[in-house]
């Protein structure tokens, strides 16, 4: 992968093995920057999750042997969390969960920067909205009505707490990355004040925040939050 914006370019995901199908994705600058956000991912995750459950999350994780993946830092980490880690072969069959996840999410990344013909450097904002939209929308071999509703992987790992209703509300609220619109200006002027005519921004989409937008101004370059656009 190339160097993103923020000078990432390594990108990892985990994945729950349980019928729900969950999993988180993250990026790195450094291979050896691993420990540092990985087993912060996770105490981030038992914090959301665990209360829904009466049995620990997060108890086991299978890796492959990969350098990062062998060092006694990383294994240290695992017994300090609370992780038992275990190593899969060589062969990629063995880790087959791993490497079509990995495959699919790297599909979805290239399919959202065709969409709008995003730059090179801006693949992590992709790779972050394939799991955003993925983890809202049911697998297919959940689906078994006419209608196409069934509970998405967001919903069964919260265990229902984030409802079919919460999750569609945030679809509504979607706009893919590398979109451009009119964003309401984030000053505080009145409608009244006519010293100020223009009452939007322009700015380009960079991800979602639950069910809120993210932008970035085309001029500035600040970064914002905001459902009100056009």
Known sequence: MSFTYRGRKYAYTYIDESPSGYFEGFTLVLRSDLCDVFFEKVRDFRKRFQPEWNYPLFRELKVDCAGEHISGRFQE??????????YGS????????AEVTMKHRELGTKKAMIER????????YAFEQDEWLTLRYPKMKDLKSNDGDAASPLEKMSN???????ITTELQNFVPVGQLCHVKAQ????GSNLA???RSELAVAVGMV????????VKTKARFRSNDWQ
């Open 77 to 86: 980490g695992c017994v300090n969390n609370n992780i038992a880690l275990e």
């Open 90 to 97: 060589d062969r990629k069959e063995n880790m087959g969960l």
């Open 117 to 124: 013909n995003m730059l090179v450097e801006e693949w992590e």
């Open 160 to 166: 229902g707490r984030i409802s079919r209703s919460m």
């Open 187 to 190: 000053s505080k002027s009145k």
């Open 196 to 198: 100020t005519v223009c």
């Open 210 to 217: 639950s069910g809120v937008v993210k932008w970035m101004d």
